[in-house]
């Protein structure tokens, strides 16, 4: 090759490559060229050209097409098979009006074509107006693959995201169509992933990410599973969005192959991740569904893998779930369910039933829960346990609040206007968006609407509204207080149990837990609980209620305690608002003799 020149330019300049057999022809091209800024190789025939396009990877190449050895048309040709060789600009040299040269340029792929005698002004614009062009053709196709990149993968892991996983699935689908193969789809989420990036950071979230994708690809790559028949299979991992992955297990002789697999997932993910300093443990829910039992589509498929691995976080986490049909089913009653909630709310399908709240002292009713209750056309009576969660889930939970506030309202005014004493109501206030339901505001609306006194009213909070401890919370509650009416807290030592809640808050009422009192005459330790309770709660002038008393022998323990007020079966179920008001009426001791 000692006939490379090789000049002193800047390595950044384009490196053209002159081909031509005629060394005056190459010198005077080499020297318009270097002036114009180029950096110029010389071959000086058609093979000289491709080995060095190999080594040397030009940026243009100018070809004369008359040459012993290889012609600069044959040169061309072998130039555009050869890898990189697409797309370089290729500039042949033709003689002047030799038409067919420059028809058999075009057809060898040249980018276009000079005449002889060559212009020399002309030359350097001519490359300079080729590489420009071959420039923009590049930057066409570096567009074209980011937006493939975009479209298809997953910038965090450099996984496929889930387009590319579905077109995917489905031709692994469809080539299995005629064999007796499975292809098994694995939905892996991982178990509270989003406590990693509330607390350390979205920074180390997406580190987790990329080790446990890394740790997945390692586990299925190399822990060599083969199927029944010693076959290794093959898998294709992907990452959906947020925390999940979804893997595909295409040539499957037995399903329960593809468990084996998520079962080695597990074991992989158990062994914890140190990142930035960090020691975090990762567990993931796995559900698998199979085709074709499962499914016969690749959409179908992984809804299917999905719902399983709802069940298997339902399960207890860690662990992985086949898809059955039953599941299926169970979706979509859940779906009916959800349905026939939506309408309840809306048509205010509700009924307020009244629990009265029982002195401890005289029997006397010093006050009543208001319980919902829903009696659904076709299921019955659905219970509060059922309804409230998905009221919650759905996003619902301002409006029904809005209708328990008013429907409380409208009947103690039917009491007072009965010529009843007026009595404390408590509501049960949900802790989902309890600040931004603008609970105040509502209450005084109704309170004012039915010219009720405030302080008949009671609102029940759960442990996890005060746990917040947020400002917006303590300002809400304040307003409360400030409106005259009375807070209590419900379910009391189930939850948080912190005295440091009661403190910071404006609270009247504890509500010990039907939990403690269940077993208060076998317990001591139940006992020793309820009794500390009692008189925490009484050294912070706050009044105590025992829900849940069913017996006697609870009532009396309770009352000796010093519990002020009780609550539960032994006195009365939660009864609809006429009966209730007839208890009321009659004046009686709900403490039976
Ligand atoms: P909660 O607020 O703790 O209500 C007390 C629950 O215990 C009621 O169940 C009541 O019927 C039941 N109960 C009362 N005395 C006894 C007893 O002696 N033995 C037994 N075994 N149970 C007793 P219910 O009505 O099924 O309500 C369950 C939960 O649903 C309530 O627990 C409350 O958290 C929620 N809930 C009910 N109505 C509403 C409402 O209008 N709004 C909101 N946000 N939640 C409600
Ligand atoms: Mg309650
Ligand atoms: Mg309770």
């Not at 190449?61 to 040169?75: H, K, N, Q, T």
């Not at 019955?380 to 998905?390: D, H, K, L, N, R």
Request: with cysteine; charged share 25%.
């Amino acid at each position: 090759m000692e006939d490379v020149v090789s000049t002193t330019s800047h390595p950044t300049e384009p490196v053209i490559l002159i081909v031509d057999d005629d060394l005056p022809a190459r010198m005077l091209m080499r020297a318009s060229l270097q002036k114009g800024g180029f950096k110029v190789i010389e071959a000086q025939n058609g093979l000289e050209a491709i080995n060095l396009f190999e080594t040397e990877k030009p940026d243009a190449i100018l070809m004369d097409v008359m040459m012993p050895e290889l012609d600069g048309f044959g040169a061309c040709r072998a130039i555009r098979s050869l890898d990189g060789g697409e797309h370089t600009p290729i500039l042949m040299v033709t003689g002047l009006d030799d038409l067919e040269s420059i028809n058999r340029s075009y057809d060898s792929g040249a980018t276009d074509f000079i005449t002889k005698p060559i212009n020399w002004a002309v030359l350097n614009y001519r490359v300079k107006y080729m590489l420009r062009a071959s420039q923009a053709f590049f930057d066409v196709i570096d567009k074209q693959k980011k937006i493939q990149e975009l479209a298809f993968f997953d910038h965090l892991t450099g996984l496929a995201n889930r387009t590319l996983f579905r077109e995917s699935l489905t031709d692994t689908i469809t080539a299995s169509l005629n064999e007796a193969k499975l292809v098994a789809v694995l939905f892996i989420d991982l178990d509270r992933f989003k406590t990693i990036n509330d607390t350390l950071g979205h920074h180390v979230g997406d580190l987790v990410l990329k080790n446990v994708a890394e740790r997945i690809t390692a586990t299925i790559r190399t822990s060599r599973i083969f199927d029944n028949s010693h076959r290794l299979i093959e898998n294709y991992l992907s990452r959906p969005g947020g925390d999940e992955f979804i893997i595909m297990l295409p040539g499957l002789l037995d399903p329960e192959d593809s468990g084996r697999i998520a079962g080695r997932i597990n074991d992989a993910l158990a062994t914890p991740f140190h990142i930035e300093g960090h020691e975090i443990f990762i567990s993931s829910s796995i559900g698998i569904s199979i085709y074709p039992l499962d499914g016969c589509d690749a959409e179908e498929l992984m809804k299917h893998a999905d719902l399983a691995m709802d069940h298997a976080k339902d399960k207890g986490r860690n662990g992985f779930q086949y898809f059955k049909k039953s599941l299926n089913i169970k979706a979509r009653e859940r779906l009916e369910f959800e349905n026939d909630i939506r309408k309840a709310v809306s048509a205010e399908e509700f009924e307020l039933y009244f629990q009265p709240q029982v002195n401890m002292a005289d029997g006397s009713i010093s006050g009543c829960e208001a319980l919902t209750r829903w009696q659904h056309q076709t299921r019955g009576a659905v219970s509060p346990g059922q309804f409230i969660p998905i009221i919650e889930e759905l996003g619902l939970v301002g409006s029904f609040t809005d209708w328990v506030i008013k429907a409380a309202g409208q009947h103690q005014k039917q009491w007072k206007d009965q010529g009843l004493n007026s009595i404390n109501i408590a509501i049960n206030v949900s802790s989902k968006q309890f600040v931004q339901q603008g609970i105040p505001e509502k209450i005084s609306q109704v309170l004012q609407q039915h010219d009720l006194a405030p302080e008949f009213l009671e609102l029940e909070l759960t442990e996890s509204v005060l746990a917040q401890q947020n400002t917006e919370t303590f300002a809400t509650l304040n307003r409360l207080k400030e409106m005259g009416l009375s807070i209590s807290v419900d379910d009391f030592g189930t939850g948080y149990s912190s005295l440091v809640y009661l403190k910071t808050f404006p609270i009247d009422i504890v509500k010990i837990d039907r939990f403690f009192i269940k077993d208060i005459c076998t317990s001591k330790q139940d006992a020793s609980i309820v009794k500390a309770i009692v008189a925490m709660a009484r050294s912070m002038k706050m009044r105590v209620i025992a829900e849940g008393i069913e017996t006697l022998e609870q009532f009396e323990i309770l009352r000796d305690m010093g519990c002020d007020i009780g609550q539960g079966y032994l006195f009365s179920k939660a009864v609809p608002a006429d009966q209730f008001s007839k208890m009321l009426k009659s004046g009686q001791s709900l403490i039976p003799l």
